[in-house]
């Protein structure tokens, strides 16, 4: 049974410190996806990658977001500086285009603290 | 562009009742729709996806959902529901172009006994 793994799962950091969080796709997906989901603002679109490329990164912060995938089996988000108001759950999905329509597969999630 | 709303943010539900979610989306092209769900502290799950043919789609867990283009409604149905239905609820929509998806802020079902 193919998943979407995430690492950490959990991670406490005090304001300033860099954060790093990773996704490992399903094997064979060829777009990548991280969301943020928080009480306020519900699940949002950071950025999303297809074959490796950046397709959108408009829903992040470029001051200090920054997403890469240097591999077909890593994609990468970090945040640096962190701040507080970054605090929340970060999702990874894979997807794959079969009969013509994108489905999405979603990790387990990093929840992020920002003191 | 797209949008989606779930009119209900909270719907508690005795064992073994039916539940319905309500899911409205606007949007001016032909779309795909989704609805995941999402149990306490874990990941989005795909519940079921509407594509094209039968408006009626039946997913995994007894649910199904219903597409109605005249309303652009998409609503999530389960018969009998179980404790275990406690979660919440997503509906999202995308484009038939598009990769991303839109999604509602969510309708979060706790399932008494």
């Known amino acids: 049974d193919a998943r979407v793994t995430q690492t950490p799962r959990d991670k406490v950091t005090e304001m300033g410190q860099e954060v790093t969080m990773r996704c490992q796709p399903i094997?064979?997906?060829?777009?990548v996806f991280w969301y943020r989901q928080t009480m306020m603002q519900g699940l949002e679109l950071l950025a999303y990658?297809?074959?490796?490329?950046?397709?959108?990164d408009s829903g992040m912060p470029k001051d200090r977001f920054s997403a890469e995938m240097p591999d077909a089996t890593l994609a990468t988000l970090k945040i640096q500086p962190s701040e507080p108001r970054d605090s929340a759950v970060y999702f990874c999905?894979?997807?794959?285009?079969?009969?013509?329509?994108?489905?999405?597969?979603f990790g387990p999630g990093t929840r992020l603290l920002v003191l | 562009a797209q949008s989606v709303t779930q009119l209900d943010s909270q719907v508690p539900v005795f064992e073994e009742a039916p539940v319905e979610l309500r899911c409205n989306y606007s949007?001016?092209?032909?779309?795909?729709l989704f609805w995941y769900v999402q149990y306490p502290n874990q990941g989005l799950q795909l519940l079921l996806k509407?594509?094209?043919?039968?408006?009626l789609v039946k997913g995994i867990n007894g649910f199904e959902a219903e597409f109605n283009k005249s309303q652009t409604s998409f609503h999530l149905r389960k018969p009998s529901v179980h404790i275990s239905d406690t979660a919440e609820y997503f509906c999202?929509?995308?484009?038939?172009?598009?990769?991303?998806?839109?999604f509602g802020a969510g309708t979060t079902v706790t399932v008494r006994a």
């Open positions: 509407y594509l094209s043919g039968s408006t």
């Open positions: 990658f297809r074959n490796r490329a950046p397709l959108d």
């Open positions: 949007s001016s092209v032909s779309v795909y």
């Open positions: 094997l064979g997906h060829n777009t």
């Open positions: 999905a894979s997807g794959h285009r079969a009969g013509g329509v994108e489905t999405q597969y």
């Open positions: 999202a929509v995308s484009d038939r172009d598009d990769y991303k998806l839109s």
